[in-house]
């Protein structure tokens, strides 16, 4: 059974920063991608950023520049530094995992409990 557990959410004032942290654990073959998504009150979980095994990012427009994804492969960790907190990214965060649990196995999407994340004065 495999396991996303995320830590590092919370309360911080509009131009603070916050670090999600989140790890992987259990019988895992390959881990194709790690990234973080997130979802707001009243709308659709959205991409945050990604990064690829070979460390390839990618973010969406609205977080480019202000938060920083980052990946160790041999603890199977993702780390997703956040500054320049706006009161829109105030949401529930979302780890995300994309990987096989052996060799023959498909690449499948597994997921995090949430952490939330409010950005308020």
């Known amino acids: 059974q495999v396991q996303l557990v995320e830590s590092g959410g919370g309360l911080v004032q509009p131009g603070g920063s916050l670090r999600l942290s989140c790890v992987a654990s259990g019988t895992i073959f390959n881990i194709l991608s790690m990234g973080w998504y997130r979802q707001a009150p009243g709308k659709q979980r959205e991409l945050v950023a990604e990064v690829s095994s070979g460390g390839g990012t990618n973010y969406i427009d609205s977080v480019e520049g202000r938060f920083t994804i980052s990946r160790d492969n041999a603890k199977n960790t993702v780390v997703l530094q956040m500054d320049t907190l706006k009161p829109e990214d105030t949401a529930v965060y979302y780890c995300?995992?994309?990987?096989?649990?052996?060799?023959?196995?498909?690449?499948?999407?597994?997921w995090g409990q949430g952490t939330q994340v409010t950005v308020s004065s």
């Open positions: 995300n995992a994309f990987l096989k649990l052996r060799i023959w196995s498909m690449f499948e999407n597994y």
